[in-house]
């Protein structure tokens, strides 16, 4: 299994849409068939079509407000003595995270696809929250799903959702998070494909859903490695990029132009709570490879197949699997995968938030971990940038809950 | 030599009627119930569908989940999928059988294993919900070796070049899904557009026996009384649901059911 070089990594697929012959594919139902195909095609033209990249680029400059900033993180730097630590601070995107670029372009592209109807999964909230703010920019009706279990610990972004004029559906199936979300979510749309445009809310799902989202992250990436050669004056050889991943869209899109770079790709999965056996780390734990949401992929699951519970304090990282393309770039060695648990993201959020003008939400909170961990033992000639793809704002419930006050 | 899927559509046509299709989910409400219900509705249906279930189904609707969940509860594993067809077929060696779920659990007990185990236990037939066309060629070459059918599945948006690709590489049986829609919902589409479209697929191949299912109960399944066959699955499903909470015997409910259904289609 290889990467090749100068191929977008999305399209490094075979005929059958499986990346390195393993991970990926499209495993729907018949009734699906269609939608996807016309999907595929639809956003095959866009890609290519200048006016269609005029018009992203457009929204994405004057509504997601790009390039979104590059900082050092000097005082972090200095507590920790090391590497160079750094942040891209996505969580200034229009709506707080990254999530804003793939709602965007799903909202771009529905339009295109005449539909008047968009639904979206969403675990912690964000990805449910861009797209109802998108889908109100774009004149959509939206419908988002949401675990009821989500629903509870993510409110501030519940609030945002209902602002927007967004129905919000509790799905009280299962575990009641993102994974039955997702599930429901693509139950609707296969009673409503005619009507009905689906955003799946990270690089997960069947292969159009992958594309798209990875191809609209990217972004992060595009203006992150012309700030890191302004910085730097060229991309520096010891970097290491770092950044958390549950589907893993933020860390798709923070990786994607360095791809054939010799910068260095660290994902951080949620290890759950330290003295609990669940997680949500499929590629740091060892799980098996098998098919969630239409895809193969390593994932949370049992022996006879059935997925298994996950357990994480950050709902955006609560989900057995992981994008086929992460399976992928763990397989050909290109990223290094590892998790951080519960406890050292709340640490790493508290170290950060008091040291920093910047406050990671719980998610990115797990690759500051990884960041606090390692730069001591690096040299000050290393370079670390984590994405901050998420603001601290919407966990204020959780944190105050767990460390007895909320600092940001 | 003709299969037994094939033999019970040509004993319903002979009785000018269409094949009575069941669909329950294995090990729903109990291992033993689920049995005891295969036995007693095997007198009045003509193929049995069972289910093996998974917890993160992407095409069922709020009947068959609940009774999927019900099912994992009790701890019903694949082996015990299995044995439920054995003991079903020792005593009814002719009554076809088709096991219906997800790919996940064939991919992990991998698909030899898992079509030898079918062979073993006397499954006739297999319907992989989330596993299409073209990405099954592979499976179903190999489940034509083992004799057993694989159950290609039509839908309303699947294009009419598509349709002859499927049915082309279909066994003996094939299978329309009704309408747009997860497994129980209400039937939103007119039977006589069902069975316009019912026509079509038949005119691409006469001899395939064609099956409907999705959003029939024992209110609409007259109305579709002209295709070779008619699946009732979530209206069973929600019948056992229904007999717990009334503390009843599902067993006894479903052979009610099932009697009543087929006096529907005679």
Known sequence: MKIKKGIPLIDQHDKNYMYGGKFGGNYIPETLKKPIDDLTKLFNKLRKDKKFLKKRDYYFENYVGSPTPFIKLENLTAHLGGAKIYAKVVSEANGGAHKIYNATVHCLIAKKAGKKYIVGDTGAGYAGKMLSMAAKKFGLKCKIFMGAKDIKRQRPNVEEMKKNGAEIVPVTTGSQTLVDAVSECMRYWVSNCDTTHMCVGSTVGPNIFIKICAWSTAQISRELINQVKEEFGKVPKKMKLLNCVGGGSSAMGFWNEFMDTDAEFIGIEAGGPKNSKLHAAPLTKGSKIGILHGAAQYVVQDKEGQIGSTESISAGLDYPGISPLHCFLKDTKRARYTSASDEEALKAYQLVSKLENISPSLEPSHAFAEAIKIAPKLRSSDTIIVNSCGDSIKDKDIIKKKLGSYIR | ?266
């Open chain 2, 1 to 266: 030599m003709k299969s037994k899927i094939s033999a019970a559509f040509q004993r319903c046509k002979k009785e000018r009627r269409p094949a009575l299709i069941t669909y329950t989910v294995a090990g729903d409400n109990t291992k033993n119930n689920s049995l005891k219900i295969l036995n007693k509705i095997s007198k009045h249906a003509d193929i049995l569908e069972l289910g093996f279930p998974h917890n993160t189904p992407i095409a069922d609707g709020g009947q068959i989940q609940g009774s999927s969940h019900r099912a994992l509860k009790h701890g019903i594993k694949l082996k015990d999928v299995f044995q439920i067809v054995k003991n079903f077929k020792k005593s009814n060696p002719n009554k076809p059988l088709i096991l219906m779920g997800y790919f996940n659990l064939i991919y992990q007990s991998g698909e030899n294993n898992f079509l030898r185990n079918c062979k073993v236990s006397g499954v006739d037939g297999l319907i992989v919900v989330d596993l299409p066309y073209p990405e099954n060629k592979n499976f179903s070459k190999k489940c034509k070796k083992k004799s057993i059918n694989f159950i290609q599945l039509l839908s309303p948006t699947t294009s009419k070049d598509r349709m002859k690709k499927i049915i082309r590489d279909s066994h003996d049986m094939i299978y329309y899904i009704s309408m747009l829609s997860t497994t129980g919902g209400k039937l939103k589409v007119s039977p006589r557009k069902i069975l316009e479209n019912y026509k079509k697929i038949k005119r691409i191949n006469i001899n395939k026996s064609l099956v409907i299912g999705f959003g029939i109960t024992n209110k609409t399944i007259s109305s579709l009384k002209e295709a070779d066959g008619l699946v009732v699955g979530s209206q069973l499903c929600k019948t056992i649901t229904d007999s717990i909470k009334k503390r009843q015997n599902p067993v006894t409910k479903l052979d009610k059911l099932v009697y009543s259904l087929k006096n529907k289609i005679i």
